[in-house]
């Protein structure tokens, strides 16, 4: 079982950063994917980035350029730097950890971004 928390989520203006964190403790297995996932209000979970325990990242198009994920170097930490943010990036942020068969998320951090 893998335990997730996530940190660094705030309010911030639009053009701001955050960089928000997340460390992954339990039963982690080498290969693994690390992402972050985001929901807003009245919306569906979205994929926003994730990273493998290789170090191959995934972004998807609205966060290309502006958002950087990255791992730590005991490959139990996930982080997302986000930069020139936006309104509509506005969410609750959730890490998440894929392995083998199991697929665990952490309770989420809260992003607001003012215009």
């Known amino acids: 079982q893998v335990h997730l928390v996530e940190s660094g989520g705030g309010l911030v203006q639009a053009g701001g950063s955050l960089r928000l964190s997340c460390v992954a403790s339990?039963?982690?297995?080498?290969?693994?994917?690390m992402g972050w996932y985001r929901q807003a209000p009245g919306k569906q979970r979205e994929l926003v980035a994730d990273i493998t325990s290789g170090g191959t990242t995934n972004y998807v198009d609205f966060v290309k350029g502006r958002f950087t994920i990255s791992r730590g170097n005991a490959g139990n930490t996930v982080y997302l730097q986000m930069n020139s943010l936006k309104p509509e990036d506005t969410a609750a942020y959730y890490c998440?950890?894929?392995?083998?068969?199991?697929?665990?998320w952490g309770k989420g951090t809260l992003v607001t971004v003012s215009s």
């Open positions: 339990g039963s982690l297995f080498r290969d693994n994917v």
């Open positions: 998440n950890v894929r392995q083998s068969v199991m697929n665990a």
